[in-house]
């Protein structure tokens, strides 16, 4: 059913590798529009690097990603023309207001106006501090205004790394309900890391599991719940496949 | 075009936002109003004539251009890239659809609006403080060569900061780029006075090139001499910079 769609991502032997012995190998994956894709794996897998790496922030040993065709190594403005993220911690300009911190990206994408500021931020629950610095922001606030960052330029493709981090229960709900909201009503497509098994499963609609930087499989998340009670289960049966065993999911 | 232009619109913004450039502007006032006491001193002390309403711009220009200026130029060359790597703040801009190369030319020209803003500003106020306490010696000539004065000696800053543009690339650590560009800077200024026959190549006597245009027999092979060397130079450091930069991991 997915190969007929569009493919918004495409992933073809990524490979970087640090002084460590860390880092992804051999990676390659594809990404339709519509997906809300969860790349699942433990800390250390090389999810961030993969998603350093398809935003430009690092380059690959070899192997490329296209976005919507585009190169981000060859052609990265165009790449990232309809992309929105959030890699890591959410960082912020934590000498200016929340709006002008957003105000700053809006200057990147002519159609994108104070009116789409406010949204965002009423979006995000942040609109009673858009005035205020993200210097006394919680870490959940300041999540918050990396995700509205995101959002703000209504792209259609929006890659999230551990985008729950330093959430509490109803940020999470509200963050869930703002990537569903956005892939029903805006067809957006969502490339989304993290290490929370249970919301992987609650969030997305296909799911890759990487370990030890490379990805063991990719399937979409109703098939994988056909076959196991739940995510975590088939999780480690993909990781002992695969002849390791995780002393923990996470 | 329009990428470049919100890029440098957002680098400018972040540069007035910032206190340091606040605490620039009042410590370059001081400069004026200290020099301005001590001429009055001076002359009424020891009865002796100080300077005259347009020496008193040039004598500013003269102390500047070695102390505070180099100084400011640091600062904010440092804060603009090693304070945004160091607070992970580069990948807010490094994630839009804006390349490198603009990044680093917008910052650029930032500091170069800062240096000139800077220069622009004590002119006017040496001027105005030159007119008020000084004796009236302002010819049409000698106005329009302190103006020049002013504006040419925004060439070697630029010098300067593109060595400390390269210098933060490479270290880590701001101080640690402070701390070297002083070193560089006293090391150079000793090297001019032991070699002295050699000193035109070194960047600490291109801050005083401006001297040059006064010379009433105009120096022209001197100045073009002069201009080619810095010329070389920033292409150097602006190339080696970039590199760096372009290479850079987030």
Known sequence: MEKSMEKVIEIKNLTKSYGNGRGINDINLDIYQGDIFGFLGPNGAGKTTAMKIMTGLIRPDHGDVRIFGYSVTEEFEKAMKQVGCLIEIAESYHYLSAFDNLKQLARYYPEVDHKRIEEVLELTGLIKFKNEKPKKFSLGMKQRLGLAAAVLSRPKVVILDEPLNGLDVEGMIDIRKLIQHLAENEQTTFFISSHLIHDVELTCNRIGVIYNGKILNVESTHNILKNYATLENYFVSEVERNGRVPSSAD | ?250
Request: charged share 10%; net charge positive.
């Open chain 2, 1 to 250: 075009m329009a990428v470049f232009q919100a890029a440098l619109i957002n680098e400018v913004e972040k540069l007035y936002k910032k206190k340091k450039v606040l605490v620039a502007v009042l410590l370059s006032l001081a400069v004026i109003v200290i020099g301005q006491i001590g001429i009055i001193g001076v002359r009424s002390g020891f009865g002796l004539r100080g300077t005259g309403s347009l020496e008193f711009p040039m004598l500013v220009l003269s102390v500047v251009v070695n102390t505070v200026l180099p100084l400011f130029t640091a600062l904010v060359t440092i804060d603009s890239f090693s304070g945004e790597f160091s607070q992970n703040t580069m990948r807010i801009t490094l994630t839009r659809p804006v390349s490198r190369f603009k990044i680093y030319m917008a910052k650029i020209t930032a500091i170069i609006l800062f240096i000139l803003g800077a220069l622009l500003l004590l002119l006017i106020f040496s001027m105005m403080a030159g007119f008020i306490f000084n004796t009236n010696s302002a010819t049409l000539d000698s106005l329009g060569r302190t103006v020049f004065s002013y504006l040419v000696s925004l060439f070697p800053m630029l010098v300067l900061a593109l060595g400390i543009v390269l210098l933060a690339n490479i270290f880590k650590s701001g101080i640690a780029v402070f701390f070297v560009s002083i070193l560089i800077f006293l090391a150079m200024k000793v090297l001019g006075l032991i070699f002295s026959q050699y000193s035109s190549l070194l960047l600490t006597t291109q801050l005083d090139w401006y001297n040059l245009f006064l010379v009433n027999s105009f120096p022209l092979a001197k100045i073009v001499r002069q201009f080619f060397i810095m010329l070389g130079s920033a292409i150097m450091l602006f190339t080696a910079g970039f590199y760096i930069f372009d290479k850079k991991e987030f």
